[in-house]
């Protein structure tokens, strides 16, 4: 046989081998690859379900209450209490044995106002405790924010900085912040975690934050001067506030005598002397002067409210 015939044949042989074993090669990283694709997309949807999942959970927590079971439920987390055997056995108790004792005192008319008059004083303590927790977390928040400045000016991110300055709160803001921490690693953004938190407990100037950190995080920018300078106004409202509060003390206690006597009297008439209260109910003239007190009682309590507020 010729060499040169002979040279190229193995040379030709050889080629094919090397394709061969190039087309194998080919073949197994491309399964190689599809497999690890395939695993990693699976890892990744898991990861995002129970990313979603947590956040669903989260955001299900701040959606503002609805309904009287949600607004009750606010109401509770607002005050801080616990909405525990420990919190409702001994309302309970009370709600039974205060309208039990004025029946058998009165009457079951007079049992029914003490009832009346038991749950709206219960609903005005945990109003009054829930308000005074706002207050109360409004005054450190500015704090929290020369805490965040300081984070941020050292160089932190403005994300690694809340994390930081959050646990470093005090209560009951440290309350409001742990839950926004929570939203923001549940996957949600974290002005908007702050905008839910803000919400849940009604402090707007925690909504000022979450935007002017939103701000930061979409254009960037100077947001530690913007914060620090938030603070300062914050600081100087917060002392006008109370200067103001100071002065209109007096008009704000007679808004609420006003408000209230008239209701606490009516309920006292009704227990201990209901055989006035329904004499008068029973006559054509005294049936409408207790209704057109009452119309009157519900106008100027809604008046003496909107004065109070004003101040």
Request: with cysteine.
């Amino acid at each position: 046989m010729n060499p040169a015939i002979l040279a190229m044949a193995c040379v030709a042989l050889l080629l094919a081998a090397g394709g061969v074993w190039l087309w194998q090669d080919a073949v197994t990283r491309g399964r190689r690859q599809a497999t690890q694709a395939f695993v990693e997309r699976q890892l990744g949807s898991t990861v995002q379900a129970a990313a979603a999942e947590s956040e669903h959970r989260w955001m299900l927590q701040a959606r503002p209450a609805r309904g009287l079971a949600g607004r009750w439920n606010n109401l509770l987390l607002r005050a801080g209490v616990d909405a525990g055997p420990r919190f409702y056995l001994p309302l309970a108790a009370a709600l039974v044995a205060l309208p039990l004792a004025v029946w058998l005192l009165s009457g079951p008319l007079g049992a029914v106002v003490a009832l009346l008059l038991a749950v709206a004083a219960a609903a005005f303590h945990l109003w009054l405790k829930a308000d005074k927790r706002r207050r109360k977390m409004v005054k450190q928040l500015p704090g929290f924010i020369d805490a965040l400045v300081r984070l941020v000016t050292i160089g932190n991110a403005l994300g690694s900085a809340f994390h930081t300055a959050a646990p470093l709160a005090e209560a009951p803001l440290l309350e409001v912040l742990e839950r926004a921490n929570q939203l923001h690693r549940a996957g949600m953004e974290l002005d908007q975690a702050l905008f839910h938190a803000a919400r849940l407990y009604r402090i707007q100037e925690l909504e000022l934050v979450g935007a002017v950190i939103g701000v930061a995080l979409r254009f960037g920018g100077r947001s530690d001067m913007v914060l620090e300078r938030m603070a300062g106004f914050m600081r100087d409202l917060q002392q006008a506030r109370e200067e103001l509060h100071a002065m209109s003390a007096e008009v704000r206690l007679s808004a609420w005598i006003l408000a209230l006597l008239p209701v606490g009297v009516a309920g006292f008439i009704i227990i201990f002397n209901n055989a006035l209260f329904m004499g008068m109910w029973n006559d054509t003239t005294g049936r409408a002067m207790l209704l057109g007190a009452v119309l009157l009682q519900l106008a100027g309590s809604y008046w003496l409210y909107r004065m109070a507020k004003s101040v």
